[in-house]
């Protein structure tokens, strides 16, 4: 099984509707997760911090589950502009710092 | 947010020759980089851990003769890419990251060999 596990997509979303997608991750001691988005041969981008049970940034929501393990993330009233990879991001282990596992990335589509 | 760069953004080089790329932490003192490599359409995969003064610890199947890392201050980190080949062809990405775990990324070089 992989450290982090993503639904590739993608995920065709009309303008203005809510798009959820999660990610599950194997090692149950984990505290903190990160979301980011990643365009089309750029870098990711930090999105979304997530230490305890959730996060609300806008239009854009983190919500952790610890007993299931797996973070969603929704995105409502969706723009043109949210189309992109989605990264998640996990610490690979608690005593290596900084050190963190990625997510395949799921991709969202929104269309007109 | 922070402020990461990388030189060069694209490189195209012939088989053979060595490559440099160079990634700096503009707006605050990162002790640690990472160095990541991303083929089209596959998650990032971590290379290496470039700490400050000392020697990188590399991820497992990384050839650290073929990655030279070098971290020689708080705010630059380079890897070099030595006697590339075709196969080593890739978007390198380097990070940084702060005390509070957030990571941030350079925007990347996309290496071609031919």
């Known amino acids: 099984r992989k450290e982090v596990e993503q639904d590739p997509g993608p995920f065709n979303v009309p303008e203005g509707a809510t798009v959820a997608f999660n990610c599950t991750y194997s090692?149950?001691?984990?505290?903190?997760f990160f979301w980011y988005r990643q365009d089309c041969r750029k870098e990711p981008k930090l999105l979304m911090s997530?230490?305890?049970s959730g996060n609300e940034d806008g239009r854009f929501t983190a919500q952790l589950n610890r007993a299931s393990q797996y973070i969603s993330l929704l995105i409502r009233d969706s723009k043109l502009s949210d189309s992109a990879t989605y990264l998640c991001?996990?610490?690979?282990?608690?005593?290596?710092?900084?050190?963190?596992?990625f997510g395949a990335g799921t991709q969202v589509v929104v269309t007109p | 947010g922070a402020v990461v760069s990388q030189h060069p953004s694209w490189v195209i080089c012939k088989s053979g020759t060595s490559v440099k790329i160079e990634c700096r932490s503009l707006?605050?003192?990162?002790?640690?980089m990472f160095w990541y490599r991303q083929f089209p359409k596959q998650s990032l995969m971590l290379m290496a851990t470039?700490?400050?003064?000392?020697?990188?610890?590399?991820e497992q199947g990384v050839e650290k003769d073929k990655f030279l890392i070098n971290h020689a201050s708080l705010t630059l980190s380079t890897l070099t890419v030595t006697s590339a080949h075709p196969e080593d062809s890739s978007f390198y990405i380097c990070?940084?990251?702060?005390?509070?775990?957030?990571?941030?990324f350079g925007p990347g070089t996309r290496l071609t060999v031919t």
């Open positions: 990070s940084a990251t702060n005390t509070a775990y957030e990571q941030y």
């Open positions: 090692n149950s001691a984990s505290q903190s």
């Open positions: 997530v230490y305890s």
């Open positions: 991001v996990v610490p690979m282990t608690t005593d290596s710092w900084g050190k963190f596992q």
């Open positions: 707006d605050f003192q990162a002790t640690t």
């Open positions: 470039s700490n400050e003064g000392s020697k990188a610890t590399y």
